[in-house]
């Protein structure tokens, strides 16, 4: 090697050394989970950021868990802030539309349009796109596969849900997510139910002590393989 090459690559090597760490607003690094090993579940909270988003990212950072947020762009735009933090902390988030409309009852263009808008409106929150749907009501077909499948992102339902909106009980919520709970499970949430929040610490406690590792949808559906419009877990009845 020519000496001016070699002091080149010295020069080189000493700026890639200086170089200070980049800023992103993007998770920081941790080692990945391999759910192959350890027993995963997947929290998922819809329709937010709910007005109690803070205290629920709080009680996540508290317990060493991860979440994945199913955002609507309507309270993105209202509650950035919190999907700044959900970035920050390590949370996934997800697209669930931008005014909750049933994707299956309006036309394939407003689809579109409520994807495209939720997407821009996190983008602007956060510096960064969902790469997961959840269709408002888990409500889809073949035309939302396909235009999942335009913005590259597969189709997440759930395996259980918490039954919150309805039960709105602190002690229901608990009982029936331990309930539903299971190895690789995703369990449906709404952080703007109060009681779901409230009961947050003991449910995330109890998993933990089951030996359970509270994780990111994608952490999950890493072994699948999803391709953008695949819907995951298929529902019966559903033919590709
Ligand atoms: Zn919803």
Redesign the pocket.
């Given at each position: 090697m020519s000496r001016q090459i070699s002091s080149l690559l010295a020069i080189a090597a000493v700026c890639v050394t200086l170089a200070p760490a980049p800023a992103y607003a993007q998770a920081p690094k941790t080692a990945p989970v391999d759910c192959t090993q350890v027993k995963c579940i997947a929290l998922t909270f819809?329709?937010g950021p709910g007005k109690y988003a803070g205290v629920l990212l709080d009680t996540l950072k508290k317990h060493n868990a991860k979440a994945t947020f199913?955002l609507e762009g309507q309270y993105v735009k209202s509650r950035p802030k919190y999907v700044k933090r959900m970035v920050a902390e390590g949370h996934e988030l997800g697209n669930?539309s931008y005014k909750?409309p049933d994707f299956t009852k309006i036309e394939p263009w407003d689809v579109r349009a409520e994807i495209k808008k939720t997407q821009d409106e996190v983008k602007k929150a956060a510096g960064v796109e969902p790469k997961l749907l959840r269709p408002?009501?888990g409500m889809a077909d073949l035309t939302v596969s396909d235009i999942a499948s335009e913005f590259g992102m597969p189709i997440i339902l759930w395996t259980g849900g918490s039954e919150d909106w309805k039960s709105k009980n602190v002690e229901s919520i608990k009982k029936k997510t331990l309930e539903v709970a299971k190895q690789d499970g995703i369990i449906l949430m709404h952080d703007w139910v109060k009681q779901t929040v409230d009961a947050m610490p003991s449910i995330i406690k109890t998993l933990q002590s089951k030996g359970y590792t509270l994780v990111t949808v994608s952490d999950i559906v890493k072994k699948e393989n999803l391709e953008p419009g695949d819907i995951f877990p298929v529902p019966a009845g559903w033919e590709n």
């Open positions: 819809d329709d199913f669930h909750h408002p009501y």
